[in-house]
């Protein structure tokens, strides 16, 4: 089966999504709530697993918190990150501490050589990519042979549930309200169907090593009793779906 992709409204993926005119709310929002916090963050951390010594780029970086994390248990941290003001607070995080970089999965190559990562992340980030093609093969060239790419990326069944008349097979660009410390924001993404993210990951050279729907972090069910009340104790919290994907 293959994607159709449909189109509507601003498409530019080089200037989607404005991050310098709400970075400060969103990396206030995101340090220690449910979705980031407790969530994607530890699960992709879990993910990613023993990283000492383990070379990382993280792409789209954002204020840096996966870095933090990465780099204190060892690992030697590179980030790349379009919006100047979320680079910003990821310097004031990290300091020298990380090697950081503008830049982004935006048309140009990553300003990195051939196979110079064991792992990279993209966390949060593809879903804002019509075309997964090229930035795929670039993160492909970055990493040495076996090395790791870890994903977050919009649920595409969640898509589907809050879109029930949406069809699931389109690639389709849509976009929804958030708000971020008190900030309304409207961010625009690009659904892709299940299959068209597998296809589009083997296509790149990687071989899918898991696909994974995990629970909230131990400590979520304390902190956030509402927000969790219909989670089932042990069960997914269907939000994002994550892949560590092996460069062949
Ligand atoms: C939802 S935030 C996630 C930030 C970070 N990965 C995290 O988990 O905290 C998405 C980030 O992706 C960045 N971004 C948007 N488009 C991008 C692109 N084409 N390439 C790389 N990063 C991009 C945004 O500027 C923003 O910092």
């Known amino acids: 089966m293959s994607a159709d992709l449909e189109r509507s409204g601003p498409a530019d993926q080089a200037v989607t999504n404005d991050y310098d ?36 780029l ?3 970086c954002g ?16 980030g790349i990150e379009p919006s100047a003001k979320m680079l910003d607070l990821a310097r004031q995080r990290l300091g020298d501490s990380a090697a950081l970089h503008q830049g ?16 990279a992340i993209a966390c949060l980030v593809l879903h804002y990519l019509a075309d997964w093609k090229a930035p795929l093969a670039d993160l492909r060239r970055v990493l040495v042979p076996g090395g790791r790419l870890i994903v977050a990326v ?9 879109h029930p008349d949406a069809q699931y097979s389109v690639i389709r660009e849509y976009s929804e309200d958030n708000t971020f410390s008190g900030q309304s924001v409207v961010l625009t993404y690009w ?19 898991v696909i994974s729907e995990p ?15 219909k989670v089932p104790l042990g069960a997914s919290f269907l939000c994002f779906l994550f892949f560590v994907l092996e460069a062949a």
């Open 58 to 60: 993280d792409v789209g």
């Open 63 to 78: 204020a840096g918190p996966l870095l933090a994390a990465l780099r204190d248990r060892g690992a030697i941290v590179t």
């Open 191 to 209: 659904h892709r169907p299940l299959h068209a993210m597998t296809a589009a990951f083997t296509a790149a050279g990687f071989r899918i090593a």
């Open 21 to 56: 005119s709400f970075a400060e709310a969103y990396a206030a929002e995101t340090e220690s709530n449910l979705v980031n916090g407790y969530y994607t963050r530890p699960a992709v951390l879990d993910l990613a697993g023993d990283v000492a010594g383990r070379r990382i």
């Open 104 to 119: 982004g999965l935006r048309g140009d190559p990553l300003p990195f050589p051939d196979a110079s990562f064991d792992d």
């Open 215 to 229: 629970p909230p972090a131990p400590g979520a069910r304390e902190r956030f009793p509402d927000e969790l009340a």
């Open 154 to 162: 919009n649920h595409p069944f969640v898509y589907k549930l809050l």
